[in-house]
């Protein structure tokens, strides 16, 4: 006795033909497939993380929008190398980041403020040098700095003993320098001066 199954229909007690027989294993390659299908256990999606270190103070945060990623500078750190008054190339070589990367509206106010808090920050310590140490350097230089004081500098030239300087006037003196030579070469070098013709006398007339 022969079963088989063809398009959801049993057929029993007759030999099945060539077609039969091609219908019933097409159906037994597709329940295998499904059945494959069914045990076959889903691959695991990689999702990238969503945030990792790449330096100290500084990491990668996923942007979901689009997939990429963005530099994310630790405020903290960033401060504490902004007071210092370092350049936007140094810090950026110290975190290894672009420097556009501190250039971000964020991170400039912090970068601004870090440099606002030092200049606070030396100002309060000049002051406390100045009036309470009574730092004589600094008390100048503040009271020329903010008062507009300025040193007065006099010099005055006297003769011996704090006297005046006297000018003593006598004869001029006049240097004559023996001739060179070179100025009698030069005369004689010179074409004679040209000959102007005049009435002729009758003296002249005669000679």
């Known amino acids: 006795m022969y079963i088989t199954i063809t398009e959801g229909y049993?057929?029993?007690?007759?030999?099945?033909?060539?077609?039969?027989?091609?219908?019933?294993?097409?159906?037994?390659?597709?329940?295998?497939?499904?059945?494959?299908?069914?045990?076959?256990?889903?691959?695991k999606t990689f999702l990238p993380d969503r945030l990792y270190t790449v330096h100290p103070g500084v990491q990668k945060v996923l942007v979901p929008e689009n997939g990429?990623?963005?530099?994310?500078?630790?405020?903290?750190?960033?401060?504490?190398?902004?007071?210092?008054y370092a350049s936007i190339e140094s810090m950026a070589t110290v975190l290894g980041v672009d420097p556009n990367v501190l250039r971000d509206p964020d991170n400039d106010a912090v970068i601004q403020q870090a440099r606002a808090n030092a200049e606070l920050g030396l100002r309060a310590s000049q002051f406390k040098a100045a009036t309470e140490d009574r730092n004589p350097t600094m008390l100048i230089w503040l009271g020329k700095q903010l008062l507009q004081q300025k040193d007065i500098v006099r010099n005055e030239q006297t003769g011996p003993d704090g006297k005046p300087i006297e000018l003593a006037v006598g004869?001029?003196?006049?240097?004559?320098?023996p001739p060179n030579g070179r100025d009698l070469d030069q005369s004689r070098r010179l074409p004679p001066p040209p000959v102007v013709a005049g009435p002729v006398s009758a003296d002249d007339r005669t000679s």
């Open 68 to 84: 990429s990623y963005k530099t994310v500078v630790d405020p903290e750190t960033l401060y504490e190398l902004a007071k210092t």
């Open 171 to 177: 004869p001029s003196v006049v240097a004559v320098l």
């Open 10 to 43: 049993v057929h029993g007690m007759t030999k099945p033909g060539k077609s039969q027989k091609h219908a019933a294993t097409r159906l037994t390659q597709e329940q295998k497939r499904q059945l494959a299908e069914q045990q076959k256990v889903p691959q």
